[in-house]
């Protein structure tokens, strides 16, 4: 592992901090991306997929990929019960997709890769928004680059609103913060190369960097009192296990498909690729405090994330505490999450996403007739092979199976409550409605069907490390 290389690079920085932690020697405030509110611009939004340069490290400029941005891309905030126009542009030289996860659309606005759009060409899908609040998010889902393409930037928090703030803090970005957690490896010269070679299909690409909002341990201003948290993992593969430095309790409020019954009090939080989270944290005792993550447990040794390859916890970024309290406090209650009823499936199926270890993958591809190493149920994913019909307005049980390592396995055009995790039902905060769900050995998930998808426009379901997805562990659904 490249661990030195990156430390190298933030040294000149963190030489010239005196006052500051040294682990926080940019000093920099945290962004939080501009948010673009749909309705304010009657409802069109405009994004522009380009390529850009973002200094991760003063002075070395990184290349990379945005929405209408250097990196990352602006806050979209969606209304219930809004059809929302979006124009969606490609000025970069390949073929993109822009799929918006969790956004209950029919398979022909989803912006799987299907929608594929050239380079200079545009999209105009029409989303009609009708679910309930929630955080939700944007990227690229091209054929055999979205690892590529988002590791280099693309990808964007979309927040839906249904009117009822509950009583909850929604001051965005005072008290109502966006927070995009990624990690990446950078080299001497600050730019970022994106080569997953053979280890990386099979672990995933990783790195010994964690980034928030695009920036390395940066800090955010917070008022004293409850601040909002909206945390999307974003990284290609990797879990980050989240807690805070004095190990305060924070409260979950919101899940992948909106909020949780009530407020889960925990003090540390597993968040794999792809999922969200809302939390509440209490700052009115006015101390700072640093967000950390510790290595990827179910990764063993591939899951490390120090500078010294050791197992322990590294800053993310910090919070700095201002004097003015605030408005917010915390629910007692949030949504009635409804009745949860497998017997009304019309049918179980079975999803074993098989991946094997290094090594065995050259040899393999020569025995066409041994389980492809990584795909689904022994197959790769074939863009002309529709291998689920599901019948719209239904329930189906999917039983999901984790082969060699954990898999964050991920449904598009539907919402799904997890059953069952390894036989027993699901800890509080991962029993609301969902779109991904961290499988280690086997899931049973209850599935609702809501949405059309055609042949020609089908729905995926895959494993969300961007590198299986990549190398084939994806499937393809319609809706009828
Ligand atoms: Cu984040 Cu196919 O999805
Ligand atoms: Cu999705
Ligand atoms: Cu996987």
């Known amino acids: 592992m490249l661990t030195r290389r990156a430390f190298a690079v933030g040294a000149g920085a963190v030489a010239s901090a005196t006052l500051l932690d040294p682990r926080f020697g940019h000093g920099e405030l945290i962004r939080a991306a501009a948010r673009f509110d749909a309705a304010s611009q009657n409802n069109v939004v405009r994004l522009s997929v380009s390529s850009g340069r973002h200094e991760f490290y003063k002075g070395k400029p990184t290349r990379t990929y945005g929405y209408s941005a250097p990196i990352l891309g602006p806050v979209l905030r969606l209304r219930r019960g809004d059809r929302v126009e979006m124009v969606v542009h490609n000025a970069i030289h390949f073929p993109t997709t822009v799929h918006w996860h969790g956004l209950l659309v029919p398979g022909d606005a989803d912006g799987g890769p299907q929608q594929r759009i050239n380079p200079g060409a545009t999209w105009r899908p029409v989303l009609t928004v009708d679910q309930p609040a929630a955080t939700l998010w944007y990227h690229p889902h091209p054929h055999h680059d979205t690892g590529r393409q988002t590791y280099l930037g693309l990808a964007g928090l979309i927040i839906v609103d249904d009117g009822d703030d509950r009583g909850l803090p929604r001051d965005y970005g005072v008290d109502d913060l966006p927070l995009i957690i990624q990690d990446r490896e ?162 179980r199926r079975q999803f074993v996403l098989n991946n094997g270890v290094c090594g065995q993958r050259t040899w393999m591809s020569e025995h066409p007739d041994i389980p492809a190493l990584v795909g689904i149920n022994g197959q790769v994913h074939d863009p002309n092979r529709i291998d689920v019909e599901t019948k719209l307005g239904t329930s189906e049980i999917w039983e999901i199976v984790s082969v060699g390592m954990p898999h964050p396995f991920h449904v598009h055009g539907a919402m799904f409550r997890v059953l069952t995790l390894d036989g027993k039902p699901p800890p509080e905060h991962l029993a609301g409605r969902k779109d991904v769900v961290l499988v280690e050995g086997k899931a049973e998930l209850l599935v609702n069907f809501t949405r059309p998808a055609t042949r020609e426009h089908p729905f995926m379901y895959h494993c969300h490390i961007l590198e299986h997805e990549d190398a084939g562990m994806m499937g393809q659904y319609t809706c009828a």
Not at 199 to 228: K, M, Q
Not at 243 to 258: K, L, V
Not at 283 to 290: D, G
């Open 186 to 347: 950078f080299d001497l010269d600050g730019s970022l190369g994106y080569d997953p070679g053979q280890l990386g299909v099979v672990y995933g690409v990783r790195g010994d960097t964690v980034i928030v909002n695009g920036a390395i341990r940066p800090t955010a201003r917070v008022p004293a009192g409850w601040v909002r948290l909206r945390l999307l993992n974003a990284a290609n593969a990797r879990n980050f296990e989240l807690r805070f430095q004095d190990r305060r309790t924070f409260y979950i409020i919101a899940s992948d498909g909106g909020f949780l019954a009530r407020p889960v009090p925990m003090s540390e939080l597993r968040i794999s690729a792809a999922e969200r989270f809302e939390i509440l944290v209490d700052f009115s005792n006015q101390q700072s405090v640093v967000l950390e993550t510790g290595p990827d447990r179910v990764m063993g040794i591939f899951g490390t994330i120090s500078d010294s390859d050791t197992y322990e916890y590294v800053p993310a970024m910090r919070f700095e505490v201002g004097s003015a309290a605030t408005f917010g406090r915390l629910p007692s209650e949030l949504v009635d999450p409804g009745a949860m009823d497998p017997s009304a499936a019309v049918r």
